[in-house]
């Protein structure tokens, strides 16, 4: 009976979880939705950040990953049911991330395709990291 509820939970999470696929470009950014940055501090320094994202790593360096440690820091800034954008540095850790989270966790995402580095050739000035 446990495992018939748990499906039924998961099954009924992914018919309300969403998934965008929309290039960065300055024009998203206007939609005023929260945008997480999933790179690593490295990264954040080297480029800078949008202005008003939220930088949570989910893979580190070495390319390990903590899904419970990114949820719980994800969860402090968005709620379940809101949508928000993910951005890395061109795209390709977004897109797998962002259909994980959807397909597993329900979340409503959007990815940014193309990452900071194609928001940056749109001619966007990110903000410098600061901790």
Do not use: H
């Not at 800078?48 to 070495?62: A, H, L, T, W, Y």
């Amino acid at each position: 009976m446990k495992r018939i509820f748990t499906l039924f939970i998961f099954l009924t999470l992914s018919l309300f979880a969403e998934l965008e696929q929309v290039p960065a470009t300055p024009d998203f950014l206007k939609k005023g939705i929260k945008i997480i940055d999933i790179r690593t501090p490295s990264e954040w320094y080297e480029t800078g950040i949008v202005e008003g994202s939220f930088p949570i790593v989910f893979f580190d360096e070495k390319g390990a990953y903590d899904v419970e440690a990114f949820l719980k820091q994800l969860n402090m800034v968005v709620k379940k049911d809101e949508k928000f954008a993910l951005i890395c540095r061109t795209g390709s850790r977004t897109g797998m991330v962002s259909n994980f989270l959807s397909k597993e966790f329900g979340y409503n995402i959007v990815n940014l395709q193309g990452g900071i580095m194609y928001l940056i050739q749109q001619g966007y000035k990110p903000v410098p990291y600061k901790k």
